[in-house]
């Protein structure tokens, strides 16, 4: 059996300052009572109640978040000495990670993720790997409402400490965001799990697509696998699978400066606009928050640095804070989650090769009606792939879709294809 701690507000201390104390009482013993202000500078004049904990309150199969949780809150102090512990952990563990290592990031970041709405109110953070908990606590004394999604196990006992000390306004589950639903069936062992195994225990329901975004997700995308993990969320977006079955979900991502880079390059730039970036720039807003220097994050100390990517001809010198957002009217009668995948096909076939003439591939595909579908959208018989924009790919296969002249045989073997080739690549 363990405790709660309750605390009522008779001064200025908070829940978070409570659960600090909780984890001085774990870490030190009782007498650390007697000196409560190692762990709380906000104020002394606290009533308490320790009351037991029922550990089966969250083995129910659906946690809910507490009704209250969510309300606006200015006040955000954070102090480093609180996660001695955990920086200990993080500098050691075996895989390369980045971690928010510093209570002044945290508030910047808070700043920029933006949890409430003009009301006060905001949707849940889903926050991924959280690691020693800064920027969570950070998000919890402003009064959001977070469920962290952790990886690594060394770091559950201190954020299940301070879940239990949250009233409902923190959720821990071990689990590995960048890994949701792997391909293949069967049962998963966390924290690779299913996203429907996810939602459900959290009480989140699968919501329109035309509603307010339902949740946030904050995370560091893995360096290795940027690339892989923004084309996993591209068809997962126009299929409606995974995260997406649950609405327009918003993605605030740190990024490399490069890969940022490229999601945001226009037709024209024949180096770094790509398939990606126009299937992103189609379908999402995309907004660049905030940069921050690579030497800025926690690194475990094995990797002796920051370990920064080379690139030579575009600037890396930074993480990029992206958020991308779903945009409501990605959906039409002509594009729709049956047919998204296609879409896909047809945008990274055409530019595949950027310098090639676009009336050449729509020929390839169908002799003859090439010329036609570029009179109907007003473009030049001559133009090359690399100078359409993502909104003309999408009108170009809206009319493809509508054409009764135009045939789609096409369609199945390149899309047969490029579903094999991915899935070996995800």
């Known amino acids: 059996m363990g405790y709660t701690i309750f605390l009522h507000h008779t001064g200025t201390m908070s829940s978070i300052g409570g659960t600090r104390l909780g984890m001085c009482m774990q870490r030190y013993g009782p007498l650390v009572w007697a000196s409560m202000l190692c762990c709380h500078r906000q104020g002394s004049n606290v009533a308490s109640l320790m009351v037991p904990f029922n550990d089966a309150t969250h083995q129910t199969g659906c946690r809910r978040m507490s009704a209250i ?151 560091i995308l893995p360096q290795k696998n940027e690339s892989t993990f923004l084309w996993k969320q591209i068809y997962n977006l126009f299929e409606r699978n995974s995260i997406y079955r649950y609405g327009r979900i918003e993605l605030n991502v740190f990024i490399s400066e490069k890969q940022y880079t490229k999601l945001v390059s226009q037709p024209g730039d024949m180096r770094n606009y790509q398939a990606l970036s126009a299937l992103f720039q189609a379908s999402c807003d995309i907004q660049l928050l905030h940069m921050e220097p690579w030497s800025s994050f926690l690194t475990p100390l094995r990797f002796k640095g920051a370990a920064i990517p080379r690139s030579v001809i575009v600037p890396n010198d930074h993480l990029c804070l992206v958020r991308i957002t779903p945009r409501r009217d990605l959906f039409t009668d002509s594009l729709t989650r049956e047919n998204g995948n296609t879409f896909i096909v047809m945008v990274k076939q055409c530019l595949g090769k950027r310098k090639a003439k676009l009336v050449d591939r729509l020929n390839s595909w169908d002799p003859g009606n ?57």
């Open 370 to 426: 090439g010329h036609k579908l570029l009179r109907q959208l007003a473009l030049p018989e001559d133009i090359q792939t690399g100078n359409v924009s993502p909104e003309q790919y999408k009108q170009l296969f809206e009319i493809m879709e509508c054409s009764e002249e135009f045939n789609k045989s096409w369609i199945f073997d390149e899309t047969l294809e490029d579903l094999q080739q991915n899935a070996f690549s995800m």
């Open 69 to 219: 949780a969510g309300q606006k809150n200015t006040e955000t102090f954070v102090d480093l000495q609180d996660f001695t512990h955990e920086l200990k952990v993080a500098e050691k563990i075996r895989k390369f990670r980045r971690f928010i290592g510093d209570p002044s990031m945290a508030k910047t970041f808070l700043k920029c993720l933006q949890p409430w709405d003009d009301r006060g109110n905001g949707p849940i953070i889903l926050e991924c790997d959280p690691g020693p908990g800064i920027l969570t606590q950070t998000l919890l004394a402003a009064g959001a409402r977070v469920v962290a999604l952790e990886s690594n196990k060394d770091f559950l006992p201190s954020l299940q400490l301070l879940e239990n000390n949250m009233d409902g306004q923190l959720e821990v589950v071990h689990c590995d965001f960048f890994k949701l639903d792997p391909l293949g069936h069967g049962t998963m062992q966390p924290p690779v799990m299913y996203s429907s195994v996810l939602f459900n225990s959290l009480c989140i329901p699968e919501a329109p697509w035309i509603k307010d975004v339902p949740f946030k997700v904050f995370g």
